[in-house]
Structure formats: C-alpha cells, structure tokens
C-alpha cells in the first residue's frame, strides 16, 4: 500500500479517536502517521516518500514566497506613478515532459501575478509565456528554470 495513503488514513483514524473533526486535529493527524512511518520505515520500506514529504514543504514555502513577491511587485507598480512594467513574450525551453508536468508548471506560472502561460508548442518542447516584467528574457528563463520548474520537477520526479 502506498505511505501516502497510510498517512492518511492514520490521520484520519487519529482525528476519530480525538473526537475533534478539524483541520487543526487533521494536520495534527498527519504529522504523528507520518512520525509512526518513519519510525517504522525499516519494517514498511518506501524511502521515496519520506525524502518527497520535505520536497514538497519547501515547494510550497517556496512557491508561496514567489506569490508574496510577485504581488508586492505588482502592487508597487500598481501604487507608483512611474510605470515599471517592460511586458513581454517569451519561448521557455521545457524540462517538463508528461502532461502533468506541464500542467502543473503551466498552471503554477499563471497564478504567479504578472505571468501568463500562452500556449505549448506542438512538440511539448516549448512553453510561451506573458510576463510583465522581462527586462532580460534570458536571466527571465534562467530564474524560472533554476526556480520553479526545477523545484517543481524535483517533487515530481
């Protein structure tokens, strides 16, 4: 059986036994199943879960540090009478390959403020992509290559 899904249901049967149906009961469910797998990780095997669960924490405080910046960015523009802004339209080399990959890094972008997924090439190669503020397109495919797409990926994969 998947760990994923062991953590799951140990939160949920640790939910149960508290008598407290809440996310806070939840989350506090999740945290003592995923210690009980660890613990018992030499018995149950699955190594790949407990080096993904760190990954996708600091994607997520990663990914959430790119939204405060980008709207602090936004905003600032926003609020300032000089204007900023140096829009443009970019061809960014994909590392993604499946379809969900590409959905997902796609998706990700474009809830970023100032960004906007276009379209994909016919050979899943390439993604264009609107940004605000691209004063170098290549330093702008360099930090979302280094950033995003490789954060992205090493969760995936």
Known sequence: MNH???NILLAIAWTLLTGEATIPSFTAGLVIGYLLLWISRPALGGEAYFRKIP???????????????????????ILTPKDYMEPGIIAFPLDARTDMEITLFANLLTLTPGTLSLDVSPDRKTLYVHALYVRNADAFRKELKEGLE????????
């Open 150 to 157: 490789k954060r992205l990926l090493d969760v995936l994969r």
């Open 55 to 77: 990954l996708v924490f600091m994607f997520m405080l990663f990914f959430i540090k790119e939204l405060v910046i980008a709207n602090l960015k936004v905003a600032f523009d």
């Open 4 to 6: 994923l899904l062991y």
